[in-house]
Structure formats: structure tokens, C-alpha cells
């Protein structure tokens, strides 16, 4: 009797694969997150591992990693709600015989385990000190808003040409949302304001795609061993967060490698999907982007910001799920609206949303697949999730500040025949935002 287990974080979606395999003569063993499923897979040993790709603690790249590094010859499909190219390459890089779309039908499950299933064999397998500062609120400063490669030049100087990077100051701490190119700013702009005095800040990295983490060779603090940085990110999928972020400062490319950097530099890949930092608690979700990509939620006691700086709506799923097979149509949409109810709720009532604006819903037609959000998708979002100040993000680098600006004024409208009191604007590099600040 061969045995299956099941790595998924979702009960629900537990539940409905497990039917699946009463239909043949499997023992079933149920993991509900990745950590539990690679520790039952060294135990039990199953033939066949069927893993979910995003999940908290350990995503399914790393399962598929860890699993393959001392079971051989257990076989490895990856399920995910994507269907982007570098998922599915990412994941056979890893170990994974297979990666399926969800939702998954027994006809198709069957016939991938009766093709990587034979390949089993018989035999055991191979073993292998806080800065001096009280702000009296919340403060949030933009430094880059750029999406894909800074663009400086006459036509993006009122919005800026600089790729993610954003300051929040809340309850004692600094908390800086991916490091851009507009990092560098912000850090000649922290040593300037605390000379001789240490800077500690902590630094949220959304994903490892070079646009979010360009900026951090050029962050002068790093460059001062008065400093302390915590770099806290999502494992990438075929290397892990420091491998990644040492990469692009190797010496075939950049003079000086991170491990010289004299300030205190540590990097922590996060498991948990919600942890404090200091008395900010901070929630994340996994977004609709290739790749490991997270959004943060920042709750402090002035106020919430939600940043979710790359995200493709999840309505996209509808075609690219259904097109396999018009029977499985219904599933597909069932499963695009499950996805988006739950991003609605991650952003219930927030105060200040910052998200992926980067295409016209033209031009989104000609992208499908990017992992970028379109301008109605991203307005009625923030609509149902009632967040309080909408502000588009990750500017196209193709668009310059008339188009920007024309951009905002197109998100104005959609508001205002929505007849529902929400603000919008576009982000902008040196525009602050105060939460709880008395007027």
C-alpha cells in the first residue's frame, strides 16, 4: 500500500486532496506546514509528497530541497494557485518531479503519479541602543516608487525615478519597506540627521527581485560600524536570503562584498507570517507574483500601513486555470475568488495602502502574467477592503509625471462613482504621511 502526504497549510484544501486519494488504495499522512511535513517525510518515508507551494515557516521550495537531500527516491509534486514559468522552473530546480496548478483533478493527479512513480525503486534511500527619537506619530516617508529600473531624468522628477524603498517610523523604531535604489537617499539622510549617534533600523524585504534590493550596496549606514541592520526577507527560491543579496555584490560586479560592510549586519529569513517588531506588529501574506513575494502589514498604535509593492490580481487566475480545461472553469473562478477574499480581509480597514499600480488596464491586456497590477483591479480592492488612503505604487518606468498624474486622476473617478469616501494618490519620493498626528 503505497503512502502520500500531504503538505498544505490550508485545511480545507488538506481535506479536498485527501478525497482525492480514497479513491486508490493510499495510506494518507497530513502535514500543516512545511517544517511538520519534512519532519513526517523523514520519519514515514512516503512514495509520493504532494506540497503546496506557499506556505508560512517553509515554503515548498524549501521542502522540496530539504526532502530531496535525504529521500531520493521519494517523489515530489509542487501545487500551487500560480501558473507562472519561473515557478514551475524553480521548483524542478529544487527537487520537484512535478508542479500542478491548482485545483487539481484526480484524472490529471493520476496520471502524473503513474508517470513519476515507476521511477521508484526498491532499496533504502540515500541519508544522507534605539536611535534618540519619539516621534509623536506614525510617520511614513517615500524614497523610491519606481517599479522594474530607476528612470532619473526631466520627465520623472515630480514623482521620482527611484526603485522601492519607504521609511516608517513607529513606536521607536525604523522600519524601512525594501531596499530600492531610493536607498541610497534615505541613508545619506539618516547620517545626516544622527552624525555621531548609532542608527538601528530594521528592513522588511518584500522579495529578492533586483528593483527591491539594488539599493542596499550604495546605504552608507552599512558602511559605519556605529550602525546595527536586521534584514529580514522570504527565503528566495533556488538560494537563501543572504546567498541572494551577497550575489549582486560579488566582486565580478561590485567592489566591496557584504560580509566587508564594517556595520552590524544581520539577516534573518522569516518562517512565521506574523512577528513584532519592537511594539509594531507586522503581519505578511504571500502575493500573486512570481516567485517568493510578500506583502506587509504594519499595525502600530497610530495607525496601519499595508504594502504590497508587486501584485497581479488574482482574477487572472480565472483564464490561466481555466484554459487547461473548460470543465475545470468553475473550480478555477471558485478559487480566484477564495484567493482575493482573503487578500481583502489581510487589508481590512487599513489606513494607508501602498500597492502595485503599474499598469493601465490597457496595457495590463498585453502584460497578463507579469505579476503586475492593473489600475481598476487595484482601485476596487482597495474599495472592498475599505482601506481608509489608497496610494499607487511602482510606477512603470515607461511613465512619466503627466501620465502618472493622469493615472491618479483616472483612480479619482472610479472612486468617486463608487460613491465610497476613500483618498487616492500616487505615490511620490519625499512625500510623508502621518498617522495620529494631531491637526
Request: charged share 25%; with cysteine.
Amino acid at each position: 500500500m503505497p503512502t502520500v502526504l500531504l503538505i498544505e497549510d490550508d485545511a480545507e484544501s488538506r481535506r479536498v486532496t485527501a478525497e482525492l486519494f480514497t479513491r486508490g488504495d493510499w495510506t494518507i499522512l497530513e502535514a500543516g506546514d512545511g517544517e511538520a511535513g519534512i519532519s513526517l517525510a523523514l520519519e514515514r518515508r512516503p512514495e509520493l509528497v504532494l506540497c503546496d507551494l506557499l506556505m508560512p515557516k517553509v515554503n515548498g521550495f524549501q521542502v522540496c530541497r530539504s526532502i530531496r537531500q535525504h529521500l531520493q527516491r521519494s517523489r515530489i509534486i509542487i501545487v500551487s494557485g500560480r501558473d507562472y514559468g519561473v515557478d514551475r522552473a524553480s521548483a524542478i530546480e529544487a527537487g520537484a518531479d512535478e508542479y500542478l496548478v491548482k485545483p487539481i483533478s484526480w484524472e490529471i493527479l493520476r496520471e502524473v503519479i503513474d508517470r513519476v512513480l515507476p521511477a521508484v525503486g526498491d532499496g533504502p534511500p540515500p541519508t544522507g541602543p534605539l536611535p534618540d527619537f519619539t516621534p509623536p506619530s506614525t510617520r511614513l516617508r517615500f524614497w523610491g516608487v519606481r517599479g522594474s529600473i530607476p528612470v532619473p531624468g526631466s520627465s520623472t522628477v515630480g514623482y521620482g525615478g527611484n526603485t522601492s524603498c519607504i521609511e516608517i517610523r513607529a513606536d521607536g523604531e525604523i522600519i524601512v519597506l525594501d531596499a530600492g535604489s531610493g536607498m541610497r537617499e534615505l541613508g545619506i539622510a539618516l547620517e545626516n540627521e544622527f552624525g555621531p549617534r548609532p542608527i538601528k533600523l530594521t528592513l522588511l524585504i518584500s522579495h529578492t527581485h533586483w528593483d527591491h534590493i539594488q539599493g542596499l550596496p550604495f546605504f552608507l549606514p552599512a558602511y559605519n560600524e556605529k550602525n546595527s541592520l536586521r534584514l529580514l526577507g522570504y527565503e528566495g527560491a533556488r538560494a537563501g536570503l543572504a546567498t541572494i543579496l551577497a550575489s549582486q555584490m560579488e566582486t565580478s560586479v561590485f567592489p566591496v562584498s557584504l560580509r566587508d560592510m564594517p556595520s552590524a549586519i544581520e539577516i534573518e529569513e522569516l518562517r512565521e507570517m506574523e512577528f513584532k517588531i519592537g511594539k509594531v506588529r507586522v503581519e505578511a501574506r504571500f502575493v500573486n507574483h512570481p516567485g517568493i513575494c510578500v506583502g506587509y502589514r504594519l499595525n502600530t498604535t497610530n495607525g496601519s500601513i499595508a504594502y504590497l509593492p508587486d501584485n497581479e490580481p488574482y482574477e487572472v487566475l480565472k483564464t490561466s486555470l481555466a484554459t487547461r480545461d473548460p470543465s475545470e472553469r468553475e473550480k478555477a473562478q471558485a478559487y480566484a475568488a477564495s484567493a482575493r477574499a482573503k487578500l481583502v480581509d489581510f487589508l481590512r480597514n487599513v489606513d494607508v495602502l501602498i500597492i502595485d499600480s503599474q499598469y493601465t488596464d490597457e496595457e495590463y491586456l498585453q502584460k497578463v502574467g507579469w505579476g503586475h497590477g492593473s489600475l481598476s483591479s487595484v482601485v476596487s480592492l482597495a474599495l472592498e477592503a475599505e482601506a481608509h488612503k489608497l496610494f499607487l505604487f511602482h510606477h512603470d518606468p515607461s511613465r512619466d509625471d503627466k501620465a502618472v498624474d493622469a493615472l491618479v486622476e483616472a483612480a479619482r473617478m472610479l472612486v468617486l462613482e463608487s460613491g465610497k469616501p476613500m483618498e487616492v494618490d500616487a505615490a511620490r519620493e519625499g512625500a510623508e504621511v502621518w498617522l495620529g498626528a494631531k491637526v
